[in-house]
């Protein structure tokens, strides 16, 4: 074969992956997969081989391979060795090669004169370090402090080097730091009331099972490698609930499928338990030998619940909330897979505590096969040593305890100051009423606030108030575009980190593949930059290294706990591949011992009620509606948040951002297919056009985040506000928010 025929060929593998990247992993059976190289007719000795893992905030963390040649990356596949990841990547994933040769991604450090004015200069390095530098010695200066400097920082990317963003601004002094997050500390704090922590079976073990009720979650879409082993576990019989208010892909494959009334999963769950307590179904060794609070929680349903009620509260027909509750209970193993969605309510932990409640009383909770799978942190043991940075000399903060974030994994200090926290989740108000002093610069990382912060019109007035916004980025965002210096990153190709999942058991090296393009830096390596620069202007005035290499960086994350764990003997180990957590059982909570203040599981927590919560899992009313429709803003295939959307393999099958109306609705207002609307409530507005499906039950509206491109001013937190979620503090730091809980009306324009 010619090197132009190779090329055109290796193109031709390219596109066609892409096109057809889901589908690909969705089989019934087991399949091995072929390596691309070996598909192609290649040879491995053609390029050089790397190992990555995809650090997005996903379930399904993939191990990658990448192949380089000539400097450049050519194409990626999955990790073989992984079970997990199985060879294959999402229709996401196969889009990396995409990111790091986009035309549109930012090159250099670049200073925007005045807000949206899209009047950008490219600046030096020094430039850029000096400016931010100064801007953060005159705060200290003229408050006496630096919490009027801000950090918002998230998930944008997980590589645990990366937090070397917190690990900066200690570095610095006391700073005020956005904490908390939006994605699941409601489920979070419920699972830890109930078993003492958030622990779930290995999702490979779902093969096990004979009965699954999936709940709120579309892996379909959003971990696409988990499908293989539902799709098994079918194959031997196991029969698959799917419980969405969307007729989701996932749904398309199940035997059942429930659409319930929004918010309404806690009557439903409570129903079920009623009906399995009646029939005399309940597991009782584990109810009398591993629990406490069963005979309080029996004493609640039988006061408080009937199947009829559950059904009025959910829309669900009492006969299948019988058959269903029945099935489950008679299942040896049955498992329910509670997702993140579903807690995103003002009533989401309650709901979380109720489902738990269930599948805890049919004697599933510690069961291979079984379980309430939510996510874990177990392998997450790492130093930390990117975010434990000492405070200079004489700083001074605000008086009070440590603030512990979500993944803050690190022993607490004993200290007089620490880090002023505020939520994350109420970024815009926080940023408008928070004083003494006010918060007048802010720092950007790992996270997109305008496609992902709530109340869009409120965060845009909020920024307007801050002296200096700086973006570390790879694309212009609208956040970049209310920004006033953006910093080039690089992406996961272009450093080295680590990665683990909160999902399955894996653990993958991330090596640098290629050379940084352009003049993008790493966050470890700005974050030295500015060491640099601060101790030039002002010595002394910041304790992080000034030089940084982040391959030293990633091997100092490692201890012989992780090696334990992982069984390897070094890091290095990774270089050859994946490598999976040698578990004792795949089933979380195997040998009984909870975490709990009881040893037990508790259906009754006194911790829980000690947290303003109640005490048994009662059921909790959801937030009343305030407008005509539900409005729903799920994830799209597409993207994650609003990472992937932008690049044109995921543009050419995501054209344009879309309304999803069911078409009785529709009619009655006068809407058509392809009409373009105004989609309005108390918050903002809109426009977009609608397409009619069924999918979408006839009192909702549902359009998908984070669509963002040239030529539109689509996004979806123009119409979703604030509100709280009911749990997220005990555990993350601040209260979940109620994502799902948001309501609007539409009209034809």
């Keep these: 074969m010619t090197e132009k025929k190779k090329t055109l060929s290796r193109r031709r593998f390219i596109q066609g992956v892409s096109a057809a990247g889901v589908a690909s992993l969705l089989p019934c059976r087991f399949l091995i997969p072929r390596s691309a190289v070996a598909a192609e007719g290649l040879s491995e000795n053609e390029y050089e081989v790397f190992r990555n893992a995809c650090p997005r905030n996903c379930y399904d963390t993939c191990s990658i391979k990448s192949y380089v040649k000539d400097g450049v990356l050519q194409f990626i596949e999955g990790a073989q060795e992984s079970t997990f990841t199985h060879g294959g990547l999402c229709v996401k994933g196969y889009a990396y090669t995409r990111r790091p040769y986009s035309p549109d991604r930012i090159k250099y450090p670049m200073v925007q004169d005045g807000r949206r004015s899209g009047k950008w200069r490219r600046v030096s390095w020094d430039e850029a370090m000096d400016m931010i530098a100064r801007k953060i010695i005159k705060l200290k200066e003229e408050d006496g402090s630096l919490l009027g400097l801000g950090l918002t920082k998230y998930s944008g990317n997980f590589g645990i080097t990366n937090y070397g963003v917190e690990g900066m601004m200690s570095s610095l002094g006391y700073t005020t730091r956005f904490v908390g997050t939006p994605c699941w500390p409601a489920g979070i704090d419920a699972q830890n009331f109930d078993m003492g922590n958030m622990w779930c079976n290995d999702p490979e073990d779902m093969v096990k099972a004979k009965y699954l009720i999936i709940w709120g979650a579309n892996p379909a879409w959003c971990s696409v490698h988990s499908m293989k082993y539902i799709m098994e ?18 749904a398309a494959k199940s035997d059942v499928y429930w659409q319930p009334q929004t918010s309404s999963d806690g009557a439903l769950a409570l129903g079920m338990a009623k009906h399995i307590l009646d029939m005399g179904l309940v597991d009782r060794e584990f109810v009398n030998q591993h629990s406490i609070g069963f005979d309080e929680f029996v004493a609640y349903l039988n006061a408080n619940v009937t199947i009829e009620w ?5 829309g669900i027909p009492v006969q299948d909330i019988k058959e269903v509750a029945e099935e489950f209970a008679s299942a040896d193993p049955a498992t329910i897979w509670i997702g993140y969605g579903l807690q995103r309510h003002t009533n989401g932990g309650a709901t979380v505590r109720s489902i738990d409640a269930l599948v805890a009383m049919t004697g599933n909770v510690g069961k291979e096969g079984g379980g309430a799978r939510y996510g874990h942190l177990q392998t997450w043991g790492f130093n930390y040593n990117a975010f434990i940075q000492k405070q200079p000399e004489g700083s001074m903060g605000f008086v009070g305890a440590a603030a512990k974030g979500e993944f803050h994994l690190a022993k607490d200090q004993e200290t007089s100051y620490s880090d002023r926290t505020v939520n994350i989740n109420k970024t815009a108000q926080e940023i408008l009423d928070t004083k003494d002093p006010a918060i007048r610069m802010l720092w950007v990382s790992c996270k997109n606030p305008f496609g992902q912060d709530f109340d869009r019109p409120k965060l845009q007035k909020a920024f307007d108030t801050l002296e200096m916004v700086v973006s570390v980025e790879q694309f212009f965002t609208e956040t970049v575009a209310n920004s006033d210096i953006v910093l080039p990153v690089t992406t996961l190709f272009e450093e080295w980190s680590v990665n683990a999942s909160y999902w399955h058991y894996w653990l993958s090296i991330n090596e640098q593949a290629i050379k940084p393009l352009h003049e993008a830096k790493s966050n470890l390596e700005i974050a030295a930059l500015l060491s640099k620069k601060m101790n030039e ?20 994350e490692f201890n012989q706990g992780l090696y334990d764990l992982f069984g390897i003997n070094d890091w290095t180990d990774l270089r050859n591949g994946p490598v999976k957590a040698k578990l004792k ?22 911790l829980c009620q000690e947290h303003g919560h109640d005490a048994l899992p009662e059921f909790k009313e959801g937030r009343k509606a305030y407008d005509k429709f539900r409005l729903l803003t799920p994830h799209t295939k597409f993207g994650i948040h609003s990472q992937f959307v932008n690049l044109d393999w995921m543009k050419e099958y995501n054209k344009e951002p879309y309304l999803y109306m069911n078409p009785k609705a529709a009619a009655e207002k006068g809407i058509d297919d392809l009409d373009m609307v105004r989609v309005f409530n108390k918050v903002g507005e809109q426009h977009v056009r609608v397409k009619l499906t069924d999918n979408v039950a006839a009192d909702c509206l549902l359009m998908y985040e984070a669509w963002f491109g040239k030529g539109t001013d689509f996004n979806v937190q123009n119409l979703v506000d604030d509100e709280s979620s009911d749990m997220g503090a005990f555990k993350a730091g601040a209260p979940g928010v109620a994502i799902h809980d948001q309501f609007a009306n539409v009209e034809k324009v």
């Design 537 to 556: 202007l002002s010595p002394g005035s910041c304790t992080l290294p000034t030089e940084i290499d982040t391959k030293e960086w990633t091997e100092k």
């Design 585 to 606: 059982s795949s089933a979380a909570w195997h040998d009984m011992k909870f975490g709990t203040p009881s040893g037990k599981y508790e259906f009754r927590s006194e």
């Design 233 to 250: 576990a079918k194959r031997r019989g196991a029969k698959v609930v799917v419980i969405d208010p969307v007729f989701t892909q996932t």
């Design 310 to 314: 559950a059904s009025g509260q959910s």
